[in-house]
């Protein structure tokens, strides 16, 4: 049923993520072998500390959520990934003040900058993702704001170079798609990541202001999951 291939796309997308987390994990444990040659960075370990024990709560919550279907625990997750973010943007400017106050802090405050953005980024994959691709400012920020407001965190781009380098740095939950954009399509965007092995399993709406039926099952054959014709209800999407 349409259920259960929605429970079976969502337990193939968690253990993509759970093994991306472990790809980071592994990255910070070579790095730590580094740091432990190296003199303390003062505080900034600590607060390390700190903002990964928050990321492995939200991992713990996230998984309970799925598995009690919890969408209250969820929510809470999803709202969570913003002290997270906020907690690697102070220690950003602490390590930097460091590099700038003795420059023989350099190398130890990017090997923790990059710990810290690794941790950063497992939050990410523990919150769902929506890349919305859309050339017009104003539809672009309207639809963010109101997918926000559902609970989602929003990447954006403005046209398809964008989208597949965005994509490139770090895979959508879904990603919704402006059929006209400049320059590369949003139909080569979705059949170029339909192509590869590591984006083709991502959904694709693509929003599109043509309306024959023809063009809509064009987008469905490039790969589009689904299309919604302009103008939309935003319920609807």
Known sequence: TASDLRIVLTVMKIASNLERIGDYAKNMAKRTSILAQMSPINGSQAALRRMAREVNEMLKDALDSFIQRDVVKARDVIERDMDVDQMYNALFREFLTFMMEDPRNITACM?????????ERMGDHVT????VVEDERAQRE??????????F???RAENGEEALMLVNEAAPDIIVLDW????VSGIEVCRQLKMRT??????IIMLSARSEEVDRVRGLETG???SVIKPYNLREL
Do not use: W
């Open 224 to 226: 589009a999951d689904d």
């Open 111 to 119: 090997h923790l900058h990059f710990m810290a953005k690794n941790t």
């Open 142 to 151: 309207v639809l963010a704001y109101n997918l926000e407001a559902e609970g």
């Open 180 to 183: 006209m954009l400049p320059n």
């Open 198 to 203: 590591d984006t083709r399993g991502v959904p």
């Open 153 to 155: 965190r929003v990447t």
């Open 128 to 131: 769902p993702t929506v890349l």
